[in-house]
């Protein structure tokens, strides 16, 4: 008789095939561990895809939406819902702190669409002008609009034709991104750090040369922080882990993953000097389940304890810790340990991996090795693994995650 559980047939039988999946079947979690089905204990530096800022089950996250959800867990957005007014608030004055307003939707790809319909929109009003600018390696989510503004042909293929209005510009080449402006460009879309291809921030330089122009020719500065915002960097604001201060003004920022903490909850926000009330009125955008009551108890929550714990400054310290720790070993099989607060990219050496790994890209391999180990870590792209620890962390964390990693990578030798 077999003993293979029932739901592993099921998974291929119902479930849609589109993912990759490694065979791990985690069923518990509690902070920066979870547990499989069959009792195996993991590290988690995956963290759901930089998901889960406090780890799993953060009792406060549990506690918020325990209550909530015994209180009003939906209610439409044709209501005064005191949850957002609160949640938007605290995004404003406490993590931006620029005069803005704010949208709740659930997803970092719905709130990447809300930038690209403002920025049509406010093209539409400004002369008719309707192009976005991305970047070769970004990832702006899976919907058509997000997808066509995602500068990688591998995200395309098979689902032509895309709309129009997107130019791709080399990241962090300030020449190419002059030559690229015409009288149709009304905005520009940049992550201040590429999560999907490798963990890649973009330079102060370009950064500052890139609001110089948005300035010079009224475009938008749109910034994608649904990877990077609240804390993964080391700050609230994502953009002031490369220019601390106040200099940078965007004009619109998405966010999503750490918001939550695992419940879907995305947003957007608008600068008030594009009087974003004037673009988006009533009835031009809009939601069922965006901003709910049970979605922003628990993004209070989150927020609330990101701030209250100072879990930026022990990103900051933690992740270069860890950064220092990793540069020390001069490991063959690392080429460059790239971060910033927790968000740290191992490059890894692919030369060295083909021995190994064969065909398959490194980071896959590498990913595979340290499960198979206890360890989780997130692929990104062929040769990067990013850890994307929770943001409060210990130092016998960091010291184990070490440890297991060092130890997969000198037995590949």
């Known amino acids: 008789m077999s003993t293979t559980p ?16 490694y065979d791990v ?24 895809v930089a998901v889960c800022p406090l780890g799993h089950c953060p009792p406060p996250v549990v506690k918020a939406l325990a209550e909530q959800a015994s209180t009003l867990i939906h209610v439409s957005n044709w209501y005064c819902i005191d949850k957002q007014a609160e949640l938007a608030r605290l995004i404003v004055e406490e993590c ?38 991305t970047f070769t390696g970004s990832f702006h989510g ?26 791709y510009v080399p990241f962090n080449d300030l020449e190419a991104l002059k030559a690229a402006i015409t009288d ?7 992550e201040p750090v590429q999560g999907e291809s490798g963990v890649n921030a973009v330079t102060a330089e370009f950064l500052r ?63 008030d000097r594009r009087e974003p009330g004037k673009v988006l009125g009533p009835g031009t955008h809009g939601t069922t389940y965006g901003g709910s009551p049970l979605a922003c108890a628990v993004g209070i929550a989150t927020l609330r304890t990101i701030l209250d714990e100072k879990l930026c400054d022990n990103a900051k310290t933690r992740g270069a ?3 220092a720790a990793g540069r020390a070993w001069n490991h063959p099989l690392i080429k460059e340990v790239r971060q910033l607060g927790l968000f740290i990219g191992w490059e890894l050496n692919a030369e060295a991996f083909k021995a190994t790994a064969g065909n398959k890209p490194a980071s896959i391999f590498l990913a595979q ?29 960091a010291e184990e995650g070490l440890s297991i990693f060092k130890s997969v990578l000198d037995a590949l030798l």
């Open 6 to 21: 029932p739901e592993t047939q099921w998974l291929s039988q119902y479930v849609l095939g589109n993912y990759g999946r």
């Open 25 to 48: 079947w985690p069923v518990r979690g509690e902070g920066a561990y979870v547990w499989d089905r069959d009792g195996k204990k993991y590290l988690d530096f995956a963290g759901g």
């Open 96 to 133: 931006v702190q620029i005069p803005g307003k704010c949208f709740f939707c659930n997803s970092g790809a719905e709130a990447n669409e809300g930038l690209i319909k403002f920025a049509r929109k406010y093209g539409q009003q400004t002369g008719g002008r309707f192009e976005i600018i």
């Open 142 to 167: 899976r919907t058509f609009g997000a997808m066509t503004a995602t500068a990688q042909e591998k995200i395309h293929g098979g689902f032509g034709p895309l709309p129009p209005g997107f130019v």
């Open 184 to 190: 149709k460009t009304v905005a520009i879309l940049v």
């Open 209 to 271: 040369g890139a609001q110089a122009l948005c300035r010079e020719k009224d475009l938008l500065l749109l910034l994608d922080e649904v990877q990077v915002g609240f804390g993964r960097a080391g700050e609230m604001a994502g953009w002031r882990s490369i220019i601390p201060g106040d200099e940078i003004q965007p004009d619109g920022i998405s966010w999503a993953k750490a918001i939550g903490s695992g419940f879907p909850l995305g947003s957007f926000w608008i600068n």
């Open 321 to 323: 810790a860890i950064a």
């Open 369 to 397: 090795k340290l499960l198979d180990a206890g360890m989780m870590v997130t692929p990104a792209g062929p040769n990067v693994v990013r850890w994307l620890s929770p943001l409060n962390i210990t130092a016998a964390h």
